[in-house]
């Protein structure tokens, strides 16, 4: 059994030595920013106090947060790792339990937060298809603007040790698997997991740990917009802008969502997602190969599939040395088995 059963992501940190183009950046992006005490916070309309934090230093990922369900499973999780509750001094309050995983990244733990009412969304007008017509003598009028992020629905890690990091983060906080992705078969190279909330639904994946060759780090954070015209539009607005596209848009395999990828100033990376998978906690888990992770079921395909980026730094070793392994394995033969 773990330990305690958090709810969901809450937040990403990050450190970056201009503010100013942080917001302005979160600005396009979709996300409300203000800055209290000399940290800059973006805030999604779901009533959250934030989603994104940054604050005042060399470009870096700092943190990842997740959310308690009760100020109760903060205490368990401090009692349990020997590690205090404390005081959450930004806005909305609230407890936070700070930890450190196997790979150094910061994991804040945070409850009793306030919460402001969820404001509107844009609305999501009927369609029309070759099936049904239910919009009848009333136009599609749309306007170029940023899109509305709603929340924050997950983070990509990049770990030393996958099966390490696993054990560690389902240990704590209750993860469960929805898609195991092998570089071959019986070779894990990471895993999407969703929170367990029993039979209420969760996403497709909360996070994702992945075993990669290079530098560790986030790979990105993902934040859910209104509707697929919200996240055209905000698309559309980032590059008029001239921000630095990714990948996109497109729909994945694994979690299903409609999706663009965004570079901060600083190289952080961000993802705009709707749509996507929900799941409880009977659903089994899957297993994928590793092609799935960057093809797409429509949509642009991934800028290393499509020859405009070079893939990361070792990663083609990585993959042929797992290849060699696997072919020794196969080949090697049985005890007893004649020369």
């Known amino acids: 059994m773990p330990v305690i059963k958090v709810d969901d992501i809450a937040h990403v940190r990050?450190?970056?030595?201009?503010?100013?183009?942080?917001?302005?950046f979160l600005e396009d992006f979709g996300l409300s920013p203000f800055e209290v005490d000399g940290r800059?916070?973006?805030?999604?309309?779901?009533?959250?106090?934030?989603v994104h934090v940054t604050e005042r230093g060399a470009a870096r990922f700092l943190a990842v947060g997740l959310r308690a369900?009760?100020?109760?499973?903060?205490?368990?999780?401090?009692?349990?790792?020997?590690?205090?509750?404390?005081?959450?001094?930004?806005?909305?309050g609230g407890k936070v339990v700070r930890l450190i995983d196997p790979d150094g990244y910061g994991v804040e733990v945070v409850a009793g937060q306030a919460r402001d009412p969820a404001t509107e969304l844009p609305a999501d007008p009927?369609?029309?298809?070759?099936?049904?017509?239910p919009r009848v003598r009333a136009r599609v009028v749309l306007e170029s603007a940023p899109a509305h992020v709603r929340r924050i629905g997950h983070a990509v890690l990049k770990v030393r040790d996958f099966r390490r990091s696993e054990d560690w983060y389902k240990a704590r906080f209750g993860f469960l698997t929805s898609d195991e992705v092998e570089a071959a078969e019986g070779v894990p190279l990471g895993a999407f997991m969703r929170c367990d909330r029993g039979e209420k639904p969760a996403d497709h994946h909360t996070l994702f740990l992945a075993q990669l060759p290079g530098e560790l780090g986030l790979?990105?954070?993902a934040f859910e917009v209104a509707n697929l015209?919200?996240?055209?539009?905000?698309?559309?607005?980032?590059?008029?802008?001239?921000?630095?596209?990714?990948?996109?848009?497109?729909?994945?395999?694994m979690g299903s969502q409609i999706f663009d990828y965004w570079k901060d100033p600083f190289g952080n990376e961000l993802e705009h997602w709707?749509?996507?998978?929900?799941?409880?906690?009977?659903?089994?888990?899957q297993k994928q190969p590793m092609s799935a992770l960057l093809a797409v079921q429509w949509g642009s395909p991934h800028p290393m599939f499509a020859g405009r980026m070079p893939p990361p730094a070792g990663l083609v070793a990585f993959i042929m040395a797992l290849q060699i392994r696997i072919r020794r394995l196969f080949s090697r033969k049985p005890k007893g088995t004649p020369a």
């Open 40 to 50: 800059l916070y973006g805030k999604g309309s779901d009533g959250r106090p934030f």
């Open 69 to 92: 369900g009760s100020l109760e499973d903060l205490a368990v999780l401090a009692a349990h790792e020997g590690v205090p509750v404390e005081d959450l001094d930004t806005p909305g």
């Open 126 to 133: 009927p369609r029309n298809t070759a099936a049904v017509h």
């Open 219 to 221: 790979l990105h954070a």
């Open 229 to 253: 015209d919200d996240l055209m539009l905000g698309h559309q607005h980032l590059r008029a802008r001239k921000r630095t596209p990714v990948w996109g848009v497109g729909r994945h395999i």
């Open 14 to 24: 990050f450190a970056a030595p201009d503010l100013g183009a942080m917001r302005a």
């Open 274 to 285: 709707t749509d996507g998978d929900l799941f409880t906690a009977a659903d089994p888990p």
